[in-house]
Nanobody, 122 residues
Framework: QVQLVESGGGLVQAGGSLRLSCAASGRTFSTYAMGWFRQAPGKEREFVAAISWSGASTRYADSVKGRFTISRDNAKNTVYLQMNSLKPEDTAVYYC???????????????WGQGTQVTVSS
């Protein structure tokens, strides 16, 4: 069982930056791949970024490549999403997720956080 708690969301102007954190409970955090997903009003939840258990492999959605960076600190049981050059279309609730499989698919992930709101004003 893994419990995930996101933080770091907020309101930012276009072009600004935010850093999301996701703190995980449990001693097996380092065995899980982690993903960030987002869901805007009226839209389906979509993949943003993922990182393997070791941090050696990462994947990004095309829409965020070059602007967002996913990283993890297994000693702190935490995964991060650094978001730069934010755009109004990045506005969404951002969720972190965990699974033993490294994947970009929403359906793969078993454990989910409650989400944190990111709003980018133009």
């Amino acid at each position: 069982q893994v419990q995930l708690v996101e933080s770091g969301g907020g309101l930012v102007q276009a072009g600004g930056s935010l850093r999301l954190s996701c703190a995980a409970s449990g001693r097996t955090f380092s065995t899980y791949a982690m993903g960030w997903f987002r869901q805007a009003p009226g839209k389906e939840r979509e993949f943003v970024a993922a990182i393997s258990w070791s941090g050696a492999s990462t994947r990004y959605a095309d829409s965020v490549k070059g602007r967002f960076t996913i990283s993890r600190d297994n000693a702190k049981n935490t995964v991060y999403l650094q978001m730069n050059s934010l755009k109004p279309e990045d506005t969404a609730v951002y969720y972190c997720a965990a699974d033993v499989v490294f994947s970009i698919k929403v359906s793969t992930y078993v454990y989910w956080g409650q989400g944190t709101q990111v709003t980018v004003s133009s």
